[in-house]
């Protein structure tokens, strides 16, 4: 079993709402794994990261991607962070990895600026920007299929991944 497409990228380039129109246009189920670590924490990410720290957040993240690439065969969106782990980049070897590319003040606009994510505390701008920038070349080398979704309806950035994942 191997998921149909695997959806990485930074916070607010679309991972949730493009695999959920994907995994209807391609009539398979969507799966997230950071709602995956939230059913195994029974909490949100943000208490996981507050409460148990990073570190923990980073190994249930990590367990949660291994099952699904070996239990889902629909569209899966990983967290931002979840290509970090070396172990996870491995095992996205083979899959189709749809990396959804965002400029930083498209970026900023679908994420809020006082949100709860927990990476964009304090300077949610700066910490974006570095969170971006030092992640960038991890998703330009896992992708197999780069769309840019800057100024893009979803709809439009859904059409380009059915296409890209064409034999």
Known sequence: MSPRAVLIGPPGSGKSTVGQLLAERLGVAFRDTDADVERTAGKPVSDVFIEDGEERFRELEADAVRRALAEHDGVLSLGGGAILAEAT???????????LEVGLSNAVQRVGLASARPLLVLNPRSQLKKLMDARRPLYEGLATIVVTTDERDPGQIVDEIVEGLKP
């Open 89 to 99: 980049r491995e095992l996205l070897a083979g899959h189709p990895v749809v990396y």
